[in-house]
């Protein structure tokens, strides 16, 4: 009776869970058909699987289910998570068996122990390979800025996010040599999942075999950081790679736009190209 009227009810509480998880780095939550470890105190991704149970998982599905009808069925195929913070669309793409592998790329000491954890609790191992860098349009090493609230804020530009910023020196490599080290040919990948604050032509002028082979691409477009001349540029090279379709995933969801024909009004968003 003790349990069930007043330490249940109280341990439900997000207050007391608040204060609980605090002294934590990081916490791992199940669910029906995964478990996910994240950061209690993250004002953003960690509040909000803690919260809803998840971080985006419906746009996934929607993207899976766009390349299905589209006759790009990723299934048996390789996932690329280009900024893949603690592994959440990894951790989907794998245990719903829609992919076969994933190569995940994450250069953010904290998330990498988040992704790390992710892949183990869910006996994901065998299946994932961690690239523990940034990618970019060259290889190098970068000031990557943490951001102290949200931990899908960190980012090489300024603007992207509103957390107090951290600097931290990184390593960068190229999407096309990352491949060749892992041995993978761009017409194994399903889908490119990619979302890395700003940095998004970067990383694409880093990936021409990608891009040569139309590999389905999901990215944040943030065309408020690069600007409309920039936003330009990452469509044109785009479309001079071949893709010839824009699906918006956000905003207008499921719309589908002639590159040369993306709407402003639906800029920044989330888009597939195909």
């Known amino acids: ?20 998880h605090a002294d934590f780095e990081l916490v791992v939550k199940a669910f029906n058909d995964h478990r ?23 746009d996934f599905r929607a993207v899976v289910d766009l390349l299905e ?11 690329l998570d280009v900024g893949a913070n603690i592994g959440t669309q990894t951790v989907y ?27 183990t609790v869910n006996g994901l191992e065998h299946r994932a390979t961690i690239v523990p ?7 190098g090493n970068m000031i ?28 960068v ?17 399903g889908l490119v999942w990619m979302d890395v604050e700003g940095y998004e032509p970067e990383a694409l002028a880093g990936a021409e075999h990608v891009l040569a082979a139309r590999v389905p691409i999901c990215v944040e477009v943030n065309a408020h950081v690069y600007g409309e001349a920039g936003t330009s540029a990452l469509l044109d090279r785009l479309a001079g790679a071949g893709y010839t379709q824009a ?16 709407e402003a009004k639906y800029l920044p968003g989330d888009f597939l190209f195909l």
């Open 173 to 189: 490599i190229t999407i096309d040599a990352a491949l060749a080290e892992c041995e993978i040919q761009p017409d194994e990948i």
């Open 144 to 171: 990557l800025m943490l951001d102290s609230d949200n931990s899908g804020g960190h980012s090489f530009r300024l603007g992207t996010s509103t957390g107090r910023k951290i600097d931290l020196p990184v390593d």
């Open 1 to 20: 009776m003790r349990d069930r009227f007043i330490f249940r009810p109280l341990a439900a509480k997000r207050q007391v869970q608040q204060y609980i």
């Open 133 to 139: 860098k940034a990618v970019g349009a060259a290889p």
């Open 36 to 58: 996910i470890a994240f950061d209690p105190l993250d004002k953003v991704i960690g509040h909000h699987i803690g919260k809803f149970g998840d971080w985006f998982r419906d």
């Open 93 to 119: 793409a794998l245990v719903g068996d829609n992919f076969a592998r994933a190569v995940c790329f994450e250069p953010a000491p904290k998330n990498l122990l988040a992704l790390k954890t992710n892949i």
């Open 247 to 262: 699906v918006s995933i956000g905003k207008a969801a499921g719309r589908t736009f002639e590159l040369s024909a993306v």
């Open 69 to 79: 009808r589209a006759g790009r069925s990723p299934r048996g195929k390789l996932f």
